[in-house]
């Protein structure tokens, strides 16, 4: 079943639908329909906490400094084209609490799972990023931080060429000069304002 509903969204009212799965509300997906996010590409991520909470350490004076938690994170973002010989990874940057980074999907090749049980295509960009979130938190949680979380889902952007790129690449390098204004932001709101579209 689907409903109409209202959704203002900065000064603009739309109507969307929202459907229903044994009586709740089911999230519609953001992805590009019919798009396999396992095809070579390039492609922008936002991974954040739950909460938005700022488990990665802070920003000070204009630069992000880790804590523990956050090196975990950047430690197994940093380890991914080693388990996937068909990734690379671009500009990233992980903030005090969400990851921003260019993944770039070379080819396809089959890779190990990591005892990572998803039900994501392999080699996706939802498995990637899923692996990614499941080995920093058995990580975080056995340094003894048992509290932390991800949120479920995670932000991201096809990347259709280098001018985008580049601008994309200057939007993460520039993101802790920023964080003070932007900090609880959703990031899909901030990278529209700078000019991307999903």
């Known amino acids: ?10 000064g603009v009212s739309t109507m969307s639908y929202m459907s229903f799965y044994k009586n709740k509300y089911l999230i519609e997906t953001t992805r590009l329909r019919g798009y396999d996010y396992s095809s070579a590409g390039m492609y922008f991520v936002t991974i954040c906490t739950k909460s938005m909470i700022c488990y990665f350490g802070e920003i000070k004076n ?40 260019i993944i770039v999907i070379k080819d396809s090749v ?29 990580r975080i949680h056995s340094a003894g931080y048992q509290e932390f979380a991800w949120q479920p889902r995670f932000y991201d952007h096809i990347i259709r060429n280098e001018r985008e790129r580049e601008r994309i690449r200057t939007y993460i390098r520039n993101n802790p000069t920023k964080w003070e204004k932007e900090k609880f932001e959703t990031d899909a709101n901030c990278f529209l304002e700078n000019g991307f579209r999903a």
């Open 62 to 101: 204009g630069e992000m400094c880790l804590n523990d938690i956050g090196s975990i994170v950047a430690g197994e973002w940093q380890r991914t084209p080693e388990i996937r010989p068909n990734i690379d990874l671009d500009e990233w940057i992980v903030m005090p609490n969400h990851i921003h980074g």
């Open 110 to 138: 089959e890779t190990p799972r990591r005892g990572v049980s998803t039900t994501w295509k392999p080699n996706s960009l939802g498995s990637i990023v899923n692996q990614i979130k499941s080995v920093s938190t058995k």
């Open 1 to 10: 079943m689907k409903i109409a509903v209202e959704t203002p969204r900065r």
